[in-house]
């Protein structure tokens, strides 16, 4: 248990939570934010240069008389103008979740997670407890590169620090499963379905936390929370699809 759900040690918690949890992932998603901005800040530069030197070829179309072109060029400058928007968007969108408060971040969570502010304060104040564990499901390598932190196991909530920072109780956990997910990357023709395993955890309010982990981390976590609650259905640690555990949440 201690290599995959160990007990968080006072210098980890000074490390990662000397703020609280939620100013940690206020901290986090401004890291992610930032590459945000950079990104889409060079492709709304592109695209309003592209739009311009559309909007040139049009007005060139239009002096050299070939106006079967025109509409050719308005289409040309449509596309630009709409990855443009779409890209000012996404940046507007970041500023704002960037600019919440920790308060606003946990009016936030508690909302995904189907829980109470009150609960996200009781979540906060346990893990300072002695019983406080990190959920460690990917080996350090992996998790880097699959951008995932170590999550957090208290008294009485699980947080898996998934995208959405989903925190749920542990007593209104009805399901806990392994379920293999698949994704198709690259470009066509040549595109490959790539498949990873998940822990994923459903409360009896539909809400959901997935995590990629490695089969031991996620079945050990598995083990864990069955034993504290044994209702809990958890496929009896077999790996299951994703269609399967989708599923559980309509029963």
Known sequence: ???????????????????????????????????????????????????????????????????????????????????????????????????????????????????????????????????CRVVRLLDTARALAA????????????????AHHVILELSELSAACLVKQAVMVGDLPNRKRHEFLTVMLLSKSGSRAIAECIEEAGAELIDYLKQKFPGIYTADGEVITAEAFDKLSVK
């Not at 704002?96 to 009016?107: P, Q």
């Not at 196991?153 to 998934?162: E, G, K, M, Q």
């Open 1 to 131: 248990m201690e290599k995959y759900l160990p007990v968080m040690s006072g210098d980890y918690k000074r490390k990662h939570y000397a703020e609280g949890v939620f100013a940690s992932i206020r901290k986090k998603t401004a890291k992610v934010s930032f590459g945000v901005y950079i990104f889409f800040g060079i492709v709304l530069f592109g695209c309003a240069y592209g739009f311009y030197w559309a909007l040139g070829r049009i007005e060139d179309y239009r002096l050299s008389g070939q106006e079967d072109l025109i509409s050719v060029g308005y289409v040309i400058a449509g596309f630009f103008a709409v990855f443009a928007v779409i890209s000012l968007a996404t940046i507007l969108i970041t500023i704002v979740r960037h600019a919440r408060g920790t308060a606003r971040w946990k009016k936030s969570c508690a909302e995904q997670s189907g829980c109470t502010v009150g609960d996200m304060d009781e979540f906060e104040r346990q893990t300072l407890d002695m019983e």
């Open 147 to 162: 951008g995932q932190a170590d999550g957090i196991l208290t008294r009485d909530y699980i947080y898996l620090a998934d």
